[in-house]
């Protein structure tokens, strides 16, 4: 597995204004130190997934998708929130029945962790 720095204490402050999920993947890929390749290597996700999602041909990725980029990154904290925030706003503004999706996932998981 590829050495990675943790985005716990570094909170996303210059992607405030990159509400695009293309964007934030790609800047926290190079903000690793990572390659396509070794990001999809590292998540379990195909390299075409990386960069489709990268592209923004992905425009509504799935819940786990999601949670193997943010581990591969080491996103945590106020990060990991933004990061699934920005996840969940572009799938909901393309695919609204996602939503109601996402929302039962957040739902199930706040009643495993009670």
Same mark, same amino acid.
């Given at each position: 597995? $590829? #050495? ?5 204490? /570094? ?5 405030? #204004? ?9 800047? !926290? @890929?190079? &903000? ?14 195909? $390299? &075409?997934? $990386? #960069? ?15 949670? !193997?980029?943010? +581990? =591969? ?10 990061? @699934? &925030?920005?996840? @969940?706003? &572009? ?8 939503? =109601?999706?996402?929302?039962? +996932? /957040?739902?199930?998981?706040? @009643?495993?962790?009670?």
């Amino acid at each position: 597995m $590829i #050495s990675r720095t943790t985005h716990r204490e /570094e909170p996303l402050e210059e992607a405030q #204004s990159l509400e695009e999920l293309p964007s934030l993947v790609r800047l !926290l @890929r190079e &903000r690793a130190g990572l390659t396509q390749e070794e990001l999809a290597f590292n998540s379990g996700l195909s $390299i &075409r997934t $990386i #960069s489709d999602l990268e592209r923004g041909r992905t425009t509504a990725p799935q819940r786990r998708s999601i949670e !193997l980029l943010a +581990d =591969a990154l080491c996103v945590e904290g106020d990060s990991l929130e933004q990061f @699934r &925030r920005t996840a @969940r706003g &572009r799938s909901v503004a393309q695919c609204p029945s996602c939503s =109601a999706r996402w929302q039962l +996932d /957040e739902l199930t998981t706040q @009643r495993r962790s009670a």
